[in-house]
């Protein structure tokens, strides 16, 4: 996500925010790929431009526009603005339902005005607070066919993930977290403390019943994946103050996470409160492999957790005391922005840490959680090759992902493959905002994607021949 000065005070409450990835791809792109100089391959060839200057594409590729800023939705809401994270789900007889977050701001005047607008007839987390999520019915030809309200009263909801083992829905759930820790003030009209995970069903006729996982935690959510095998959920923490940390949840019972459970961060045997950024001296090599263990916050729902009250960081769970005495972030590593997390289909995660690295291009990290091991994987020393990895998904090869910019300048949708090599697949033609979202159909033919993601925002159905990239 890139932040405007306004909207970076207010993620933090301050006064004055597809994808499945084969693990052996990944396994593959460490040293001698991104940080080498691995040219560009020709991927499905250079891109024409678009003729209607939203999305640039390679010849032979086109996109079906649809729920743009400003539209009516089916249930008499008004489409916003702030297009973000979003996951496909199988809609049966060739249909795909999308789930989409929309980070929407209270104290943003701007926002708040190209916001959902009317009152849902949903349940609402915060009446205050314009944020949730959007669930749209796409026929077997990608046109729109419904796009509902189904997540109501949340802020600034950036990322999350799809889950399936603990849903309590047949077709699976998108969670929906809040990049934010704001609490209720004098200087803005929310009720409720905020910072939380949401579930929304994966289903056109179903929303949210607004009732936050607090257990969880409450912290600048960003991304979650489910591993399917255990149960557990991973967490990124978005925080642009100071390092953040990286989370899993272990729920008391699979399958209801309103049941509660255990958070935990992730701790580097034999490096405790390491910095893994990268960013001041090569403290973490690619391609190492390091052994991890968790810890555990001891209260993962403080009702104090805001940074415009007192010593700003020391209300975050990371700065929670131990039982030892020692502050959480004195035991477990610490990273630099993680955003994109994605359980990889093989017993793996991989998370994106956005500003890490020398030159603040970004790292790509993979935890086997198997085996219980954490290895740097990708760290992107040419902007031209990659920048700012934010959003990641697999193409229908499963052997090459595609990465959503979030960086200076235009962004774009780059791939690379297992071997490192990079190719330009999509450019965001409109405006400078992010591309966000990707996540391909459940039969690999069409990539739905957020972009751009505002200005206004606008989701697009991708086809071509994803079976003929070229090496």
């Known amino acids: 996500m890139t932040v405007s000065r306004r909207k970076f005070f207010f993620l933090t409450g301050a006064t004055a925010v597809g994808t499945v990835i084969g693990s052996s791809a990944f396994k593959k792109l460490h040293a001698k790929t991104l940080m080498s100089q691995a040219g560009p391959i020709e991927g499905f060839g250079p891109l024409q431009p678009d003729p209607n200057g939203i999305f640039d594409l390679p010849r032979g590729f086109q996109y079906r526009a649809f729920s743009r800023t400003g539209e009516t939705m089916t ?76 997540l109501a009263g949340t802020e600034n909801n950036c990322a999350g993930g799809p889950i399936k083992v603990n849903s309590r829905f047949s077709n699976g759930s998108w969670l929906s977290g809040e990049e934010t820790i704001i609490l209720p003030a004098s200087d803005n009209p929310l009720t409720k403390p905020h910072g939380y995970v949401f579930e929304v069903p994966a289903e056109i006729n179903k929303a949210s019943d607004a009732v936050p996982i607090r257990d969880m935690g409450r912290f600048l959510k960003e991304a979650v994946a489910e591993d399917p095998e255990t149960g ?19 729920p008391n019972q699979v399958g209801d996470l309103t049941q509660g459970g255990t958070l935990e ?27 991890v263990r968790w810890v555990q916050i001891p209260v993962p729902d403080p009702q104090a957790n805001n940074q415009n009250q007192g010593n700003n960081n020391q209300r975050k769970i990371q700065h929670q005391q131990r039982s030892d005495g020692r502050k959480v972030r004195e035991v477990a590593a610490l ?54 990895p934010d959003n990641i998904t697999v193409m229908p090869d499963g052997q090459t992902f595609l990465a959503c910019e979030d960086g200076d300048g235009t962004d774009r949708l780059v791939g690379i493959t297992k071997e490192g090599q990079t190719f330009v697949v999509g450019r965001n033609a409109l405006n400078n905002a992010e591309i966000a979202g990707a996540t391909f159909s459940a039969n690999g033919q069409t990539l739905f994607l957020n972009a751009p993601q505002d200005t206004p925002g606008v989701t697009l159905a991708i086809t071509g021949p994803w079976d003929q990239m070229q090496q």
């Open 335 to 388: 990273f630099n922005r993680t955003e994109g997390c994605w359980y990889d289909g093989n017993g793996g995660i991989v998370i994106c840490a956005t500003d890490a690295g020398p030159n603040e291009l970004g790292q790509i990290w993979f935890l086997d959680v198997r085996n219980q091991t954490l290895e740097l994987i990708a760290e992107p020393r040419n902007p031209d090759m990659l920048q700012s």
């Open 265 to 291: 961060a992730l701790v580097i045997d034999g490096m405790e409160g390491v910095d893994t950024s990268n960013n001041n001296q090569d403290t973490i090599q690619v391609g190492q492999t390091m052994p």
């Open 232 to 250: 557990f959920i991973y967490e990124t923490n978005d925080d642009f103050f100071e390092l953040g940390l990286f989370y899993r949840f272990r």
């Open 75 to 150: 249930d008499g809401s008004v489409v916003p603005t702030a297009h973000d994270g979003m996951a496909a789900f199988d809609g049966g007889a060739g249909r795909t339902i999308l789930v989409r977050n929309h980070e929407l701001s209270a104290t943003d005047e701007e926002e708040v005005a190209k916001s959902f607008q009317a009152n849902p007839n949903i349940p609402v987390y915060d009446p205050g607070a314009p944020g949730g999520t959007a669930t749209l019915l796409v026929d077997s030809d990608n046109r729109l066919v419904e796009q509902r309200r189904s």
